[in-house]
């Protein structure tokens, strides 16, 4: 599991604001996350809305309940957001002391509780401590660099240490932002060890993240119940799932990279 940065090279977090919107940055002009100051709660950018299409997978009756854990803290939108809102047990694991500060200065990142722990690691340590194995109904994994160039953990050791943190019936999401080469070996990776059928992606943003979500042995439910889904998601958490509907399909095997 290779990393382009250690704990000994971390960039520092700053902060910018346009428009009621913070932005959080690492050292670059690329945003690595965003909260509307007037609104704390909610999911600001479309991918992060998107990362959150893993409820679409889940009956409606059960789609809060769990452990959801985040790699790569972010602005700690996706973190506010299952603690705050959907009041799930949330962790949060980041390796940038800096930013766990930021988040706790800026945007709104309350101190651990019974409900909540953010855990300053590696995140390819996390996911291959045996503690930690099927410990997550779902996995939101968002890890780039201050470049925003590829994501930091992205071969098969990974993916695969990934899939065991889940439980059965877990839901991952993960964000690719990049060339559509980029896209297809991430995404091949992704496939080869959830299994082809267990995979879906979205259609890219304008900004080029593509979210893809992978399963650990679901049952895909047929049009009409994703649709009842989508409408209780819409209702009561007020996230825009039937356009996720919409725009979700099987990998494409043409697309990915085989390596």
């Known amino acids: 599991m ?58 409606q009756a059960e789609v809060a309940d769990g452990h959801a854990v985040q790699l790569g803290l972010g602005a700690a939108a996706i973190t506010r957001f299952c603690h705050k809102v959907l009041r799930m047990q949330t962790t949060a694991v980041e390796i940038n002391p800096t930013v766990i500060h930021a988040c706790r200065l800026w945007f709104r990142l309350g101190d651990d509780d019974t409900k909540l722990s953010v855990v300053n690691t590696d995140a390819a340590r996390w996911v291959t401590d045996p503690v930690n194995r099927h410990s997550a109904q779902v996995l939101n994994v968002d890890l780039y660099d201050h470049d925003a160039a590829a994501p930091v953990l992205d071969d098969e050791a990974f993916y695969a240490a990934c899939r065991d943190v889940l439980d059965e019936g877990g839901l991952m999401t993960v964000n690719l932002f990049g060339h559509a080469s980029s896209f297809g070996r991430s995404a091949g990776r992704i496939a080869r060890v959830f299994g082809l059928d267990q995979v879906w992606s979205l259609r890219p943003t304008k900004e080029g993240n593509t979210v893809i979500v992978a399963a650990r042995n679901v049952a895909v439910p047929d049009r009409h119940e994703l649709t009842a889904r989508a409408e209780d998601i819409e209702l009561r958490w007020g996230l825009p799932a039937r356009k996720w509907l919409r725009m979700v399909r099987p990998l494409d095997p043409a697309e990915l990279t085989h390596e």
């Open 2 to 59: 290779n990393r382009k940065t250690n704990s000994n090279e971390m960039v520092g977090a700053t902060m910018s604001e346009m428009d009621g919107v913070r932005f959080l940055h690492l050292d670059s002009i690329w945003i690595q996350g965003a909260m509307r100051i007037a609104k704390p709660s909610q999911l600001e950018l479309e991918y992060i809305q998107r990362m959150m299409a893993w409820m679409l997978w889940r009956p």
